[in-house]
């Protein structure tokens, strides 16, 4: 499956400190027969350290795999 990350949402409590992440991202197969978008919700535990697209694009799959499952 591809996925590709189309927007990070970050919101901050009144520290200033990330207090959730909203990754959304769309994807679809290689034959583009089947495709899914939305978003995936994260902890900033989860968040910090996989800031990169490459990193959020696994755990995304890793999620919707874990759901569809």
Known sequence: MNIQIT??????NEEQKIN???V??????DDKNIGINGYVPLT?????GNESID????IVRGIIVEKLG
């Open 7 to 12: 927007s990070v949402n970050i919101s901050y």
């Open 20 to 22: 959730t992440v909203q």
């Open 24 to 29: 959304y991202f769309v994807g679809n197969t």
């Open 44 to 48: 900033a535990e989860r968040f910090i």
């Open 55 to 58: 990193k959020l694009t696994e």
